[in-house]
């Protein structure tokens, strides 16, 4: 025990749990495990800074504040709202109408944002209030939305994949593509899903409008719907990178926010800024503690040791493959995805290759598992929605997500 004690790797894991469970923010229990044994060891603490730094200098990662501002200028411009009252007029007053456009609604949107709980801020306000008055239970509906949000991490554009493709070293474009096939099966097992529990309790969607209203709201919505065709089509056409994409998303954004629907604003403008610096701060922030957490994990033999200690438990790779995807799992409920992807993968980068599993295919898996993570609780990022239910409606709403994403997503861990 003593010997335990004076061993810089079992403090690296203890100073990072300890934190958490007193509920520090995931970023500061990264960096201060990370500053504290660095210091108090004396391994280098003048590379602390260095790090720091080139955790966030790289190009791919230059993707990440380009699609939060994408998505947010395609939120504020009014996108979200015409695709919405398209969908809308597209599934009319079927069995679970609204809930079905809801799904759909969210894996179009993700093809957009790239992260969850931007798909949650953009589609919750308007979705769940409108689900509420059509006669749908709120939890469910506060359930539909952020369960259907992880999808946004799931198909392409997606923040995960960026983050994944930079630590392995894999190409970003092949991630996405990797993404889209899984991405649309498990919307259509949470369509399937949602359906039947609104035939269980009679919830339905609006009516639908006559002709020519549905070709208005087509024509409305035709801007919004043209956006995953530029940005996917142009990555993998091979006109630009996916950071490059990015970029081509924003002064799209812009461009019909200015010339055609004309809602963009001074104000507007503003608010778009200042909400992209704020949740670009606080992506980056995570993956600059969550890099020192990382570097110091090498240093001090962390990564070796676990690796070597999952490698020995069994040669069966289902065994290991089926404890991977529990631990990611469990991961889930504590952090968010950008802290598991850096805390993890430098610990299975070694089974994987020792398994000969290809990255890419892994890399899906495990962002598979990180949107379960984020409808998990206690942490459960998409279920911060901005919408009004109490605390009772919390709690359901969090039983029916986990219900709803193993339903639509389980068969993928088989």
């Not at 996405?176 to 309790?201: D, E, K, Q, T, Y």
């Not at 996917?232 to 950071?243: D, R, S």
């Amino acid at each position: 025990m003593e010997t335990l004690i004076h061993e810089p790797a079992f403090w690296t894991i203890a100073l990072f749990i300890i934190p958490l469970l007193i509920r520090v923010p995931i970023a500061v229990a990264l960096g201060s495990a990370a500053i504290f044994v660095v210091w108090n060891w004396d391994l280098g603490y003048q590379m602390l800074s260095y790090s720091f730094f080139s955790g966030i200098a790289k190009f791919p990662l230059l993707a990440i504040p380009f699609f939060i501002l994408a998505g947010v200028i395609m939120e504020k411009v009014g996108i979200a709202e015409r695709i919405i009252a398209l969908i809308k007029q597209l599934v009319g007053d079927m069995t679970g109408g609204l809930a079905v456009a809801t799904v759909i609604v969210a894996a179009f949107w993700g093809a957009v944002s790239g992260s969850g709980p931007a798909t949650v801020a953009a589609l919750g306000l308007i979705l769940i209030p409108g689900m509420a008055e059509a006669g749908y239970d709120k939890a469910f509906a506060a359930a539909v939305v952020s369960v259907s949000a992880g999808l946004a991490i799931i198909i392409p554009p997606s923040i995960s994949f960026i983050v994944y493709g930079d630590i392995m070293q894999q190409s970003v474009g092949t991630l996405f593509a990797a993404g889209v096939l899984p991405g649309i099966v498990v919307a259509a097992f949470l369509c399937v899903s949602v359906w039947l529990v609104s035939r269980v309790h009679g919830y339905r969607g609006a009516p639908r409008g006559s002709a020519s209203e549905v070709l208005r709201a087509l024509r409305d919505a035709f801007w919004g719907l043209f956006t995953p065709v530029i940005i996917l089509g142009g990555i993998y056409g091979g006109i630009f990178t996916p950071t490059e994409a990015a970029a081509v998303a924003v002064f799209y954004g812009l461009f019909v926010g200015v010339f055609i629907y004309r809602t963009l604003t001074v104000r507007i403008l503003y608010e778009i800024l200042s909400e992209t610096v704020a949740a670009t701060s606080v992506v980056m922030i995570v993956v600059t503690c969550a890099g020192l957490y990382s570097w110091l994990g090498a240093t001090v033999g962390l990564i070796d040791k676990i690796a070597a200690l999952l490698l020995g438990i069994s040669e069966n790779p289902v065994v290991i493959l089926l404890m991977i995807n529990i631990i990611l799992l469990f991961a889930g409920m504590l952090l968010d995805a950008i802290s598991i992807a850096y805390v993890f993968l430098p610990i299975l980068a070694p089974v994987i290759m020792a398994f000969g599993w290809d990255p890419i295919w892994f890399g899906v898996m495990m962002t598979v598992n990180m949107a379960i993570g984020q409808v998990t609780p206690p942490v459960a990022v998409n279920l911060a929605t901005p919408a009004p239910y109490d605390g009772h409606d919390v709690a359901l709403a969090r039983r029916l997500s986990r219900s709803l994403m193993r339903r639509g997503t389980l068969w993928l861990h088989q």
